[in-house]
C-alpha cells in the first residue's frame, strides 16, 4: 500500500504541466459536453424578479436574448479537476510523476467542498430548468441549511483535526497589535461558516455577465496559488492552478457572446472552494482583496434591499453592481472587462499583503 506524503515538494514545471492538462481536458470535453446539454435541452431559464422582488425589468432588457442558452456548465469545470486529479494520482502510480494532487492535507478538504457545493448547486440549476419548486429551484432554505451543513463539518475538520483556532493578520504588529494572530477559539467555526457560505453567494451574484465570474474566478485562484507556493503549500498551490486551467477552458466559450453558463453548479462550488483556499493557507484576511469585485457586487445587492426595505428607494438602477453598470449603457463586454481590470489590480494587491505581512 502506497504511503502518499502530505506537503511533497512539487515543482513549478510540473504545477504548469497540471495547470495545462486540466485545460485540455476541459477544452477536449466541452463539445460532447454541450452536446448533452442541448440534447437533453438544460438551458436556462430567465429570472423574471429582481433581488428586491420586482419586476427585472433591466435584466431582461439587455438578457432576454439569452433565454434557453445551456447552462450547468460548473460540472464541466469541477468534473475536468476531478479528472485531472485523478490522473495525477494513476502518473504517480505508475512513475511518471514523483507526487500526485491527490494528498490528505491539502487536497481533500478543498476537493470534497468543490464537489459538495457543485452537486447541490446541480440540483438547484435541474430545478430551475423544469421548473421545479416555488421560485424555479430549491427552497431558498433548503438551500441554505444543506450549505451550512457541509460548511459546518469542514469548519469542524479545520477546527477540531487541524486544530486551527486563529487568523492570521497581515502587518499585526506593524500597526500596534500585539500579535499577527487573531485568537478566535471556538468563534472560529462561525467565522468559518460566514466566510464560506458568503464567498460562494458572491460569486453566485457575480456570474450574471458572460465571462464575468469565471474570469474573475481565475484571477482569485491564480493569486492564492502564488500565495500557497511561496508559502510551500505546493500541492495546494498545484490545485490552485488545476482549478485556474479549467475555468480558463470554460471561459474559452463562456466570452461574449457565452455558448453556455456555469450555473449555480459552478458559482456556489468554485465560490465555497475559493473560500476553503483562503482559510488553508492562513490568509482568509485577503480575500476580500484577491476577491474585491465579489465583494462589491455581494454588498451592491445588500445596499439595494436594504434602501428599499426602509428608505423605500433604490440605490442603483439595478442590482448586483454588473447591471446597474449595464443601464449606464456601457455595454456588456465592456462592464466585464473593467471589471476583470479592478479584479487583477487587488488580486495583486491582495498577493503582496499576503506574501509580506
Request: glycine share 10%.
Amino acid at each position: 500500500m502506497l504511503t502518499l506524503p502530505i506537503r511533497p515538494s512539487i515543482s513549478l514545471s510540473e504545477i504548469l504541466l497540471y495547470s495545462f492538462l486540466a485545460f485540455v481536458i476541459a477544452l477536449a470535453l466541452t463539445k460532447p459536453f454541450l452536446g448533452f446539454l442541448h440534447r437533453y435541452r438544460l438551458g436556462k431559464q430567465l429570472r423574471v424578479e429582481a433581488v428586491d422582488g420586482g419586476s427585472a425589468s433591466v435584466f431582461l432588457t439587455y438578457h432576454q436574448k439569452k433565454a434557453g442558452t445551456p447552462t450547468m456548465g460548473g460540472i464541466l469545470i469541477w468534473g475536468s479537476i476531478v479528472l485531472t486529479v485523478i490522473l495525477s494520482r494513476l502518473f504517480s502510480y505508475f512513475g511518471t510523476v514523483d507526487h500526485s494532487l491527490l494528498q490528505r492535507g491539502q487536497v481533500y478538504i478543498p476537493l470534497a467542498m468543490l464537489l459538495g457545493f457543485g452537486i447541490l448547486g446541480a440540483v438547484d440549476d435541474y430545478c430551475n430548468i423544469n421548473g421545479i419548486g416555488k421560485n424555479r429551484g430549491l427552497n431558498a432554505s433548503h438551500k441554505l441549511l444543506c450549505l451550512l451543513a457541509m460548511s459546518a463539518a469542514a469548519a469542524s475538520w479545520f477546527y477540531f483535526r487541524l486544530n486551527y483556532q486563529s487568523v492570521h493578520i497581515p502587518f499585526g504588529t506593524s500597526i500596534g497589535l500585539l500579535s499577527n494572530e487573531w485568537q478566535l477559539g471556538w468563534l472560529y467555526i462561525p467565522f468559518f461558516l460566514f466566510v464560506v457560505i458568503g464567498t460562494a453567494n458572491a460569486v453566485n451574484v457575480t456570474d450574471g455577465l458572460d465571462g464575468l465570474a469565471s474570469g474573475l474566478l481565475i484571477i482569485a485562484f491564480t493569486a492564492f496559488g502564488v500565495t500557497a507556493y511561496v508559502s510551500d503549500l505546493y500541492v495546494l498551490a498545484a490545485f490552485c492552478g488545476v482549478t485556474a486551467g479549467a475555468i480558463a477552458a470554460f471561459l474559452w466559450h463562456n466570452v461574449p457572446p457565452a455558448l453556455f453558463f456555469m450555473g449555480d453548479t459552478g458559482s456556489l462550488a468554485l465560490g465555497g472552494t475559493l473560500a476553503v483556499m483562503a482559510f488553508m493557507i492562513n490568509q482568509v484576511l485577503i480575500l476580500p482583496l484577491i476577491g474585491f469585485v465579489f465583494v462589491i457586487e455581494m454588498l451592491s445587492v445588500i445596499l439595494q434591499l436594504t434602501s428599499k426595505k426602509y428608505f423605500k428607494r433604490k440605490i442603483f438602477i439595478s442590482a448586483p453592481l454588473h447591471h446597474h453598470l449595464e443601464a449606464l449603457n456601457w455595454g456588456e463586454s465592456k462592464v466585464t472587462m473593467r471589471l476583470w481590470i479592478i479584479g487583477v489590480f487587488f488580486a495583486f494587491l491582495g498577493v503582496l499583503v499576503g506574501i509580506y505581512g
